[in-house]
């Protein structure tokens, strides 16, 4: 499968755990976004890294809230302590460059703080 | 800043009939503009996207849509609505050189056999 990769599709944490999604672009994209989408709601971007490289990170928590795109491997986004406001799914997005704005997307992780 | 309007948030047809969704942006500078589309439990696929050039942009599965630059609009049509249309919908904004989308609401389109 050539698309983008994210895993686990589901996961389920108590509060106070720690969540990692992880994210593999399509193949020749080194651009990767991560989108998080609630209920009745719209996808509201959190951050936008290069390998290697937070570019934006304006729509993430302040607190508990991490992304990376290590130089080797998928991007990662991680969620410290997690409360119920943190369910949600989680979308990760790749682009082949920078500005065509076009955006190729995985499946999304369902994340339920239980 | 930029922004994207989707009004209404449900929309309801008969199969067969015309499907219009419509989506408002503002943007201080020239717009990229797209519309999505997500199957339940799935990510977003891409119908379409205006960049520069021809206003009117055909894409996936029989839509198209408008870009109005007067009317800040790009309005989602399609003739003749199919079951399988039945999704949610999001039109998105990014800018020239941009990088960052922002996306709709969303609206959700039902279709009655």
Redesign the interface.
Known sequence: NAG?MQNPRHLVRRRGQEARLRCSPMKGHS?V?W?RQLP??????MV?LQKENI??E?GMPKERFSAEFPKEGPSILRIQQVVRGDSAAY?C?S?PD???????????SRLTVL | AQSVTQLGSHVSVSEGALVLLRCNYSSSVPPYLFWYVQYPNQGLQLLLKYTTGATLVKGINGFEAEFKKSETSFHLTKPSAHMSDAAEYFCAVSHTGGFKTIFGAGTRLFVKA
């Open positions: 983008v651009h976004y989108y009745e709601e719209g996808l509201k971007f936008y570019i934006d304006s979308f997005a682009s920078y500005g065509s704005g076009e955006l190729f997307f995985g499946e999304g």
